[in-house]
């Protein structure tokens, strides 16, 4: 969040606040809405669908409290965006505090085409005979287990577990945090399906963006 007095405001710190005051179901619509949006400016753009997919983060607060199916629907309507350009992202404790009404959902995403990815995966406490029975898409192994990745036994070890669980339970597989080249051949040759991290970009604005897509589509 750029703010005009306060400078770059973390996530870190206003979402709390915004859950604890109850305005996280009011952002989670926004966010939704806007990124569909930016989505439809950028095909407008480009004359073309951008080869893209966008991905939402939802608190759990906003998953018990906001019909979120429908708002989903209707952000995807009002932006003439089919389902499986969207990726949902849940937290573990999302997807653990009300399993019935959370597979509902999921369910309900499945049928539109709209993918659903775990966050941070490997930070929770994952009941794992939930988490088999879910589903899910994507999982997205934290940050925290690419770190030390080729500097500790013990990183390498967990991250070949969180990779060959996701195989086991036929879901796709994502690295958060990849900031390296030996981090990059490490996760590709334990045999992760996608990367993300400030090795490939930073968080651009959106203009940026279109800019990065142009030279994209001129290399290739």
Same mark, same amino acid.
């Given at each position: 969040?750029? =703010? *005009?007095?306060? #400078?770059?405001?973390?996530?870190?710190?206003?979402?709390?606040?915004?859950?604890?005051?109850?305005?996280?179901?009011?952002?989670?619509?926004?966010?939704?809405?806007?990124?569909?949006? *930016?989505?439809?400016?950028?095909?407008?753009?480009?004359?073309?669908?951008?080869?893209?997919?966008?991905?939402?983060? @939802?608190?759990?607060?906003?998953? &018990?409290? !906001?019909?979120?199916? %429908?708002?989903?629907?209707?952000?995807?309507?009002?932006?003439?965006?089919?389902?499986?350009?969207?990726?949902?992202? @849940? /937290?573990?404790?999302?997807?653990?505090?009300?399993?019935?009404?959370?597979?509902?959902?999921?369910? /309900?995403?499945?049928?539109? !085409?709209?993918?659903? &990815?775990? =966050?941070?995966? #490997?930070?929770?406490?994952?009941?794992?005979?939930?988490? *088999?029975?879910?589903?899910? =898409?994507?999982?997205?192994?934290?940050?925290?287990?690419?770190? !030390?990745?080729?500097?500790?036994?013990?990183?390498? %070890?967990?991250?070949?577990?969180?990779?060959? @669980?996701?195989?086991?339970?036929?879901?796709?597989?994502? %690295?958060?945090?990849?900031?390296?080249?030996?981090?990059?051949?490490? @996760?590709?040759?334990? #045999?992760?399906?996608?990367?993300?991290?400030?090795?490939?970009?930073?968080?651009?604005? &959106?203009? *940026?963006?279109?800019?990065?897509?142009?030279?994209?589509? /001129?290399?290739?």
């Amino acid at each position: 969040w750029q =703010d *005009q007095d306060l #400078g770059v405001v973390s996530p870190a710190d206003f979402i709390p606040v915004a859950e604890e005051s109850g305005l996280i179901v009011q952002l989670g619509r926004w966010a939704v809405h806007e990124a569909l949006h *930016q989505m439809a400016c950028w095909d407008v753009r480009h004359g073309a669908e951008v080869p893209l997919k966008v991905s939402v983060n @939802l608190s759990s607060i906003q998953i &018990a409290r !906001d019909d979120v199916a %429908a708002m989903v629907a209707d952000a995807l309507e009002l932006n003439a965006m089919h389902g499986s350009r969207l990726t949902i992202e @849940l /937290t573990e404790s999302a997807l653990v505090d009300d399993p019935v009404k959370c597979r509902a959902l999921l369910e /309900t995403f499945k049928r539109a !085409d709209i993918a659903v &990815a775990m =966050d941070d995966f #490997g930070t929770g406490f994952s009941n794992l005979a939930s988490l *088999q029975s879910l589903p899910l =898409d994507v999982l997205k192994m934290d940050r925290s287990f690419v770190t !030390d990745l080729g500097q500790r036994e013990s990183a390498d %070890a967990v991250a070949r577990s969180i990779v060959a @669980l996701a195989r086991a339970l036929g879901k796709h597989v994502v %690295a958060e945090g990849v900031e390296t080249d030996d981090q990059l051949h490490l @996760l590709r040759a334990l #045999g992760c399906d996608e990367l993300q991290g400030y090795l490939f970009s930073k968080p651009l604005p &959106a203009d *940026q963006v279109s800019a990065w897509l142009l030279r994209e589509a /001129t290399a290739a």
